[in-house]
């Protein structure tokens, strides 16, 4: 049993002072009291807020972070980076991938999230394509010596177009017949650990049938988490228009029961019609500001969807950057730019948008297929961030005041990450070695 004190603390109903915790042997919450007093044995803590689940991550991709930021055609796009991503993934075996993710978890816990869904569809392994199990057994093994909770999601990617035209050589890797797919997920269900769990994942409508989601669905059951790739790309909003006479949204509702065990990945090019379509059904829409800037995708209708009580998850997805705070800061900056005003992001209970921001992103991400939500409440997950109040920048700030701070001014700003009551260590000079040496191979 452990216990600690902070002197202030973001629950999703505002911040408290004086908050008084007792933990378990599991990380699990069992007493919290606000307005009290330390213990002697209580560590203390003057500042902190939950840790932040990561919505969506394909973790091989960190390796080509910053080596995509050059010219390849007149009109560089998401498709042009897609095909350098694929020269990446078609280099990377098993063991691998089993580095850098371990990196690349550790990277986050150190960063201020406590949990990852990986979108992960390298299925076959390199030079062996009958193994389809060792590339997740990488994932699963590396979030469990990381210490980072997971959420696996084996993507079914059976096609290349909406028209159901093959998959290009590059992306044979990624193929599973519905069988195969069922019988993995029925395998990895078995080689889990504790504190990871598994989610039915399709990558896009562009990739996979209606009917083959469906048979997919009828044999695992919808009571799982299931994400999708829906609405990035302007291309693909037309690809569904031509084909089906809806848009990508609307086409996933005409066919599905859609409920908020879905979670809806990037969803950028949204009519009122989705909008409403999708806050209504309590699925998640899972943003990734920083990956979509980078790849020119466009701009979330954030403030119409916040006026529907739409829900959103982050994540980190191709890794440009791995920090919580700057993904809602370009989350913000995006709808500033685009209305031309400031503070979007609040309402009148909480006007200071790095807690409107922050807990409306914990809170949709544990519905998002991830564990029991982080914070300070009886029965959450003891998983939080320390904010370094000592930084100069923080300086006679109070909580909400500091928050802002680190979204907008310095991200860095952090003490320590605890994940079940524990302190994050700093990665050490093995796990540096084993990823630099994996990058010298691919790059």
């Not at 307005?35 to 209580?42: A, G, H, L, Q």
């Not at 050589?169 to 195969?180: A, G, P, T, V």
């Not at 019609?273 to 020119?296: F, H, R, W």
């Not at 922050?358 to 300070?376: D, E, I, R, T």
Request: hydrophobic fraction near 35%.
């Amino acid at each position: 049993m452990k216990s600690f004190f902070f002197h202030e603390a973001l629950f999703p109903s505002g911040w408290s002072k004086d908050v008084r915790i007792d933990v378990d042997e599991k990380g699990t919450i069992t007493s919290s009291v606000v307005n009290s007093m330390p213990n002697e044995n209580d560590e203390i803590i003057n500042c902190a807020i939950p840790a932040m689940p990561n919505c969506h991550s394909h973790v091989f991709q960190r390796t080509m972070a910053g080596q995509t930021e050059y010219k390849t055609s007149e009109n560089d796009s998401f498709w042009s980076w897609r095909n350098l991503m694929y020269e990446y993934a078609n280099k990377i075996n098993s063991e691998q991938l089993y580095h850098i993710a371990r990196y690349v978890y550790h990277e986050m816990l150190l960063c201020g999230y406590s949990s990852v869904c990986e979108f992960h569809y390298i299925h076959r392994e390199l030079n062996n394509p009958e193994d389809t199990n060792s590339m997740s057994q990488a994932i699963i093994q590396a979030a469990h010596d990381a210490g980072i909770e997971l959420t696996l999601l084996p993507v079914l990617y059976q096609q290349s177009h909406v028209d159901g035209t093959p998959l290009t050589k590059s992306q044979e890797r990624f193929y599973l017949s519905n069988s195969d797919y069922i019988e993995l997920y029925q395998s990895l269900e078995k080689q889990l650990y504790e504190c990871q769990k598994l989610g039915i994942c399709f990558h896009s409508l562009r990739a996979v049938s209606i009917e083959n989601m469906q048979i997919v669905l009828d044999e695992l059951g919808n009571n799982h988490p299931i994400h999708i790739h829906i609405s990035e790309q302007v291309a693909e909003v037309e690809q569904l228009l031509e084909h089906t006479n809806m848009r990508p949204v609307e086409y996933l509702f005409h066919n599905f029961e859609v409920n908020s065990n879905w979670s809806l990945i990037h969803a950028t090019h949204l009519n009122d019609n989705e909008i409403n379509l999708i806050a209504k059904s309590g699925a998640i829409a899972g943003l990734c500001p920083m990956t979509e800037a980078n790849l020119g995708d466009g701009v979330f209708p954030l403030p119409e969807y916040f006026r529907q009580n739409g829900k959103i998850a982050i994540g980190s997805d191709s890794h440009i950057v791995i920090n919580p705070f700057q993904e809602l800061q370009i989350l913000e900056y995006s709808q500033r730019l685009q209305l031309r005003q400031r503070v979007v992001s609040s309402n009148s209970k909480t006007s200071h948008v790095g807690t409107f921001l922050w807990n409306n992103a914990v809170s949709g991400s544990k519905l998002s297929g991830q564990f029991c939500g982080n914070g300070f409440n009886v029965g959450d997950k003891a998983n939080w961030i320390e904010i370094d109040t000592h930084n100069p920048l923080l300086t006679n700030l109070n909580g909400e005041q500091c928050l802002d701070t680190l979204v907008f001014v310095d991200s860095n700003a952090i003490a320590s990450t605890y994940i079940n009551a524990h302190k994050t260590e700093k990665q050490n000079d093995k796990l540096i070695e084993n990823y630099k040496k994996t990058l010298k191979l691919l790059r």
